[in-house]
Protein backbone atom coordinates (compact mmCIF):
# COMPACT_ATOMS: atom_id res chain seq x y z
CA UNK A 1 0.00 0.00 0.00
CA UNK A 2 1.36 3.28 -0.90
CA UNK A 3 0.90 6.48 0.61
CA UNK A 4 0.28 9.49 -1.54
CA UNK A 5 -0.21 13.11 -0.90
CA UNK A 6 -1.84 15.37 -3.11
CA UNK A 7 -1.16 18.95 -3.17
CA UNK A 8 -3.61 20.38 -1.11
CA UNK A 9 -5.34 17.80 0.88
CA UNK A 10 -6.30 17.47 4.31
CA UNK A 11 -4.69 16.53 7.37
CA UNK A 12 -5.40 12.97 8.45
CA UNK A 13 -5.71 11.83 4.56
CA UNK A 14 -2.18 10.01 5.16
CA UNK A 15 -0.12 9.22 8.01
CA UNK A 16 2.91 10.21 6.40
CA UNK A 17 0.92 14.04 6.10
CA UNK A 18 3.83 15.46 7.99
CA UNK A 19 6.66 14.15 6.12
CA UNK A 20 5.08 14.54 2.47
CA UNK A 21 2.87 17.89 2.90
CA UNK A 22 3.12 18.91 -0.91
CA UNK A 23 5.18 16.43 -1.95
CA UNK A 24 2.80 14.84 -4.82
CA UNK A 25 6.01 12.42 -6.00
CA UNK A 26 7.74 10.91 -2.90
CA UNK A 27 6.22 8.24 -1.25
CA UNK A 28 6.90 5.82 1.33
CA UNK A 29 5.33 2.33 1.66
CA UNK A 30 5.25 0.54 4.69
CA UNK A 31 7.52 -2.82 5.08
CA UNK A 32 6.12 -5.92 5.27
CA UNK A 33 5.11 -7.45 8.00
CA UNK A 34 7.87 -10.16 8.40
CA UNK A 35 10.47 -7.43 7.12
CA UNK A 36 9.88 -5.62 9.96
CA UNK A 37 9.87 -8.55 12.33
CA UNK A 38 13.01 -9.82 10.93
CA UNK A 39 14.49 -6.12 11.20
CA UNK A 40 13.49 -5.12 15.03
CA UNK A 41 14.24 -8.54 16.32
CA UNK A 42 17.67 -8.15 14.73
CA UNK A 43 17.89 -4.14 16.06
CA UNK A 44 17.16 -5.25 19.31
CA UNK A 45 19.94 -7.74 19.64
CA UNK A 46 22.52 -5.39 17.91
CA UNK A 47 21.49 -2.74 20.53
CA UNK A 48 21.83 -5.18 23.26
CA UNK A 49 25.78 -6.11 21.97
CA UNK A 50 28.60 -4.67 23.30
CA UNK A 51 30.28 -1.87 21.16
CA UNK A 52 27.50 -2.18 18.79
CA UNK A 53 27.13 1.67 17.87
CA UNK A 54 30.90 2.19 18.75
CA UNK A 55 32.00 -0.26 16.35
CA UNK A 56 29.59 1.07 13.48
CA UNK A 57 31.08 4.88 14.31
CA UNK A 58 34.85 3.21 13.88
CA UNK A 59 34.03 1.44 10.73
CA UNK A 60 32.26 4.52 9.25
CA UNK A 61 34.86 7.09 10.31
CA UNK A 62 37.72 4.90 9.38
CA UNK A 63 36.58 3.87 5.83
CA UNK A 64 35.55 7.67 5.33
CA UNK A 65 37.53 10.54 4.81
CA UNK A 66 33.99 12.94 4.92
CA UNK A 67 32.65 10.77 8.18
CA UNK A 68 35.91 11.69 9.97
CA UNK A 69 35.60 15.27 9.13
CA UNK A 70 32.43 15.87 10.13
CA UNK A 71 33.06 13.51 13.66
CA UNK A 72 35.88 14.75 14.47
CA UNK A 73 34.48 17.25 17.34
CA UNK A 74 31.54 15.08 18.28
CA UNK A 75 30.69 13.83 21.64
CA UNK A 76 30.51 10.12 20.65
CA UNK A 77 28.58 8.77 23.48
CA UNK A 78 25.53 11.51 22.47
CA UNK A 79 25.67 10.66 18.96
CA UNK A 80 25.50 6.75 19.64
CA UNK A 81 22.14 7.80 21.77
CA UNK A 82 21.15 9.57 19.20
CA UNK A 83 21.42 7.08 16.45
CA UNK A 84 20.32 4.01 18.80
CA UNK A 85 16.67 6.07 18.77
CA UNK A 86 16.59 7.24 15.04
CA UNK A 87 17.18 3.54 14.45
CA UNK A 88 14.08 2.86 16.36
CA UNK A 89 12.47 5.54 14.97
CA UNK A 90 12.84 4.34 11.21
CA UNK A 91 11.33 1.23 12.84
CA UNK A 92 8.10 3.11 13.29
CA UNK A 93 8.78 5.07 10.09
CA UNK A 94 8.86 1.61 7.96
CA UNK A 95 6.05 0.44 9.84
CA UNK A 96 4.36 3.77 8.72
CA UNK A 97 3.67 5.17 12.35
CA UNK A 98 3.28 8.75 12.47
CA UNK A 99 5.93 9.84 14.69
CA UNK A 100 8.39 7.93 12.82
CA UNK A 101 7.78 9.66 9.71
CA UNK A 102 7.63 13.01 11.59
CA UNK A 103 11.21 12.00 12.96
CA UNK A 104 12.44 11.06 9.27
CA UNK A 105 11.04 14.82 7.71
CA UNK A 106 13.40 16.17 10.94
CA UNK A 107 16.24 14.13 10.02
CA UNK A 108 15.81 14.73 6.29
CA UNK A 109 16.10 18.48 7.43
CA UNK A 110 18.79 18.63 9.41
CA UNK A 111 20.91 16.41 6.40
CA UNK A 112 19.94 19.10 3.78
CA UNK A 113 22.47 21.18 2.08
CA UNK A 114 21.41 23.93 4.67
CA UNK A 115 22.49 22.22 7.61
CA UNK A 116 24.86 18.89 7.66
CA UNK A 117 24.89 18.23 3.63
CA UNK A 118 24.39 14.98 3.35
CA UNK A 119 24.82 13.96 -0.04
CA UNK A 120 23.30 10.70 -1.04
CA UNK A 121 26.90 9.11 -1.39
CA UNK A 122 27.24 9.51 2.39
CA UNK A 123 23.81 7.53 2.82
CA UNK A 124 24.96 4.60 0.47
CA UNK A 125 28.54 3.98 2.66
CA UNK A 126 26.73 5.07 5.65
CA UNK A 127 24.38 1.72 5.27
CA UNK A 128 26.86 -0.74 4.02
CA UNK A 129 29.01 0.30 7.07
CA UNK A 130 26.03 -0.10 9.49
CA UNK A 131 25.30 -3.59 7.67
CA UNK A 132 28.80 -4.90 7.55
CA UNK A 133 28.45 -4.04 11.68
CA UNK A 134 25.05 -5.79 11.87
CA UNK A 135 26.38 -8.75 10.67
CA UNK A 136 29.47 -8.70 13.20
CA UNK A 137 27.14 -7.73 16.37
CA UNK A 138 23.73 -9.96 15.43
CA UNK A 139 24.59 -13.44 16.18
CA UNK A 140 21.28 -14.40 14.43
CA UNK A 141 22.22 -12.18 11.25
CA UNK A 142 21.27 -13.85 7.65
CA UNK A 143 20.95 -12.89 4.78
CA UNK A 144 17.55 -12.58 4.91
CA UNK A 145 18.10 -10.29 7.93
CA UNK A 146 20.65 -8.16 6.18
CA UNK A 147 17.99 -7.88 3.35
CA UNK A 148 15.58 -7.13 6.08
CA UNK A 149 17.15 -4.05 7.32
CA UNK A 150 17.99 -2.84 4.06
CA UNK A 151 14.00 -3.22 3.43
CA UNK A 152 13.03 -1.39 5.97
CA UNK A 153 16.29 1.57 6.47
CA UNK A 154 16.69 1.87 2.47
CA UNK A 155 13.09 3.48 1.91
CA UNK A 156 13.46 5.83 4.48
CA UNK A 157 16.95 6.77 2.99
CA UNK A 158 15.57 7.43 -0.91
CA UNK A 159 12.78 9.45 0.98
CA UNK A 160 15.43 11.76 2.78
CA UNK A 161 17.45 11.74 -0.69
CA UNK A 162 14.46 12.89 -2.42
CA UNK A 163 13.17 15.99 0.19
CA UNK A 164 16.61 16.98 -0.28
CA UNK A 165 16.84 17.05 -4.03
CA UNK A 166 13.27 19.67 -3.83
CA UNK A 167 14.38 21.59 -1.10
CA UNK A 168 17.77 22.49 -3.33
CA UNK A 169 15.26 23.11 -6.33
CA UNK A 170 13.37 25.36 -4.33
CA UNK A 171 16.24 27.46 -3.36
Known amino acids: MFCRLKPGSEPGFCLANTLFRGANEEMLSPAAPGALALFQASLDRCIAAPHFLTRFYARFRATSEEAAKRFAHVDMARQERVLRASLY ?49 DVECTDETIAAWRTCIQPCIDVMIARRTRLAQSS
Do not use: F, K
Open 89 to 137: MVLRAAQGSEDGLEHLSEIADSHSQHRYDIGPREYTHWINCLLEVVREC
